[in-house]
Every structure is written in structure tokens, then in C-alpha cells.
């Protein structure tokens, strides 16, 4: 996927739990020359999907 491409969030509706696929994160905070990127650009990476999941409607079954 490119830079260009949405983030897909999947989720379980039995259990309500959610998840990222395999490189989606890392779309969000990619990292830098070496592969290990600062603590602070993980969090804001997580604070973002956190955000999105906030937007999400709720569904009460």
C-alpha cells in the first residue's frame, strides 16, 4: 500500500475488539533510516488510530 491508500481498521463484531493489518501502523508513523523511530512518534502514530476509532459510530446490540 502506498501513503495514498486508507488505513483499514478490522473489527470483530462478536467481541467489539479491533485491529490493524500488518503495516498500516507504520503508514501513520513510517520509520526512519535505521528502523528504530522515538517513543513519542509511536505514541502520536497510536493517539491517531485512537482518534478514528473515537469517530466510529457505536453499535449497541
Same mark, same amino acid.
Given at each position: 500500500?502506498?501513503? #495514498?491508500?486508507?488505513?483499514?481498521?478490522?473489527?470483530?463484531?462478536?467481541? #467489539?475488539?479491533?485491529?490493524?493489518?500488518?503495516?498500516?501502523?507504520?503508514?501513520?508513523?513510517?520509520?526512519?533510516?535505521?528502523?528504530?523511530?522515538?517513543?513519542?512518534?509511536?505514541?502520536?502514530?497510536?493517539?491517531?488510530?485512537?482518534?478514528?476509532?473515537?469517530?466510529?459510530?457505536?453499535?449497541?446490540?
Amino acid at each position: 500500500g502506498s501513503l #495514498t491508500e486508507p488505513i483499514e481498521i478490522d473489527g470483530c463484531p462478536d467481541c #467489539t475488539s479491533f485491529w490493524l493489518d500488518s503495516g498500516e501502523l507504520q503508514r501513520l508513523s513510517p520509520p526512519e533510516g535505521n528502523g528504530a523511530r522515538p517513543a513519542r512518534m509511536e505514541a502520536n502514530a497510536l493517539a491517531v488510530v485512537l482518534e478514528i476509532l473515537f469517530q466510529l459510530p457505536v453499535v449497541l446490540l
